[in-house]
């Protein structure tokens, strides 16, 4: 589904994109394999075209709201769209009660889910970007009729009763700094990367002891045999 994506790597190539030859290749593994398309889950179509022979009958929208006429009960699909947590470009959603009456939005065209995007945000960064604060305002959204606010200081109200369950003193659930915490989680990631790259280019010098001082202790069956090594005496 990243078909946008990669479309600078069409272009270098010199090649192009046959969209409706790939749905229609996607249904074949599908078909192949004896899998329903009604549990294959694809990403919303940012091409704005429509392929007949598109493969898989749920949608994820992350970018837009689906019209009215997608929206029937005949329609199936999840929504994150205003709600990613793990973006800074996303001005939807910077607090509580952002996240709130987004969530009401999308409730509103009947999806079969709402997702809420976390995992760009590693865990030690949550209290940064204020996740447990936004998500609660997600949840008071979903909960029932009850959490229904006439405005935001009606929903605070409510809200910062739950505060203390979350052991938090945010009382608008807004992120402190969202430039300085973004700089942070970028540094972290950063560091991580190299971290990895250093795990996976490495040089690794084996010494391997003369023959006659080896155990079956500290030297493998499967390097005793690749060697010659008889394994069958008590002494290799």
């Known amino acids: 589904d990243e078909r946008k994506e990669v479309q600078l790597c069409y272009d ?71 709600l990613a947590m793990d973006t800074s470009d996303n001005t939807l959603n910077q607090d509580a009660y952002a996240a709130y009456t987004q969530t009401r939005k999308l409730m509103a065209v009947n999806p079969m889910g709402i997702i809420v995007p976390v995992s760009l945000v590693h865990p030690r960064f949550w209290h940064d970007f204020a996740i447990k604060e936004r998500l609660l305002g997600v949840a008071m959204a979903l909960s029932s009729s009850k959490y229904e606010f006439a405005d935001r200081e009606a929903f605070l ?17 807004t992120i402190p700094d969202l430039a300085l915490s973004k700089k942070n989680l970028d540094t972290h990631f950063q560091i991580r990367v190299e971290q990895s790259c250093e795990d996976r280019v490495s040089n690794i010098t084996k010494i391997i002891p003369r023959k006659g001082i ?22 290799w």
Not at 162 to 167: D, E, F, S
Not at 222 to 235: I, P
Request: glycine share 6%; charged share 25%.
């Open 12 to 82: 270098e190539a010199g090649v192009t994109q046959d969209l409706e030859e790939f749905e229609k290749r996607v249904k074949s593994l599908i078909a192949f394999e004896d899998y329903s398309e009604d549990y294959f889950v694809r990403w919303e179509n940012q091409e704005g075209k429509m392929y007949p022979q598109r493969a898989g009958k749920i949608t994820h929208y992350q970018y837009t709201v689906p019209p009215p006429a997608d929206s029937s009960s005949s329609s199936k699909f999840l929504i994150s769209t205003g």
């Open 157 to 173: 109200e409510e809200f910062q009763k739950y505060l203390p369950a979350l052991n938090s003193t945010n009382t608008e659930g």
């Open 214 to 235: 080896l155990t079956s202790q500290n030297f493998s069956s499967s390097a005793a045999d690749l060697l010659g090594f008889d394994r069958t005496s008590s002494k």
